[in-house]
């Protein structure tokens, strides 16, 4: 059974810059696409960004593009949110999620999911 666990969340500024980690377990990492969602209170869950199984595509939300980057670490079997430029906007609780064989991009269902690690961004 594949476990996904993010961390890296937190409290910063607007302008400032996280990295967050999802740790992948219980399956062949190199044959999964791994995704980022965020879910802000009241608001409906929405993609981020996602990478494919093979790691050589990868797909963003408009909002994001230019200041968050996803990559996979094929050594730690881990998957990064590279954010910068953040803002007050960006504030949610941000899941990782993985599908086997997966394109990585924002239309897919994904299979397994994490259980979030918060950002918030304060102006």
């Known amino acids: 059974q594949v476990q996904l666990v993010e961390s890296g969340g937190g409290l910063v500024q607007a302008g400032a810059s996280l990295r967050l980690s999802c740790a992948f377990s219980?399956?062949?990492?190199?044959?999964?696409?791994l995704g980022w969602f965020r879910q802000a209170p009241g608001m409906e869950r929405e993609f981020v960004a996602g990478i494919n199984w093979r790691g050589d595509s990868k797909d963003y939300v408009d909002s994001v593009k230019g200041r968050f980057t996803i990559s996979k670490d094929y050594v730690k079997n881990t998957v990064y949110l590279q954010m910068t430029s953040l803002k007050p906007d960006d504030t949610a609780v941000y899941y990782c999620?993985?599908?086997?064989w997966g394109s990585g991009s924002s239309g897919e269902s994904y299979e397994y999911w994490g259980q979030g690690t918060q950002v918030t961004v304060s102006s």
């Open positions: 999620a993985a599908d086997r």
């Open positions: 219980g399956g062949a990492f190199n044959n999964y696409a």
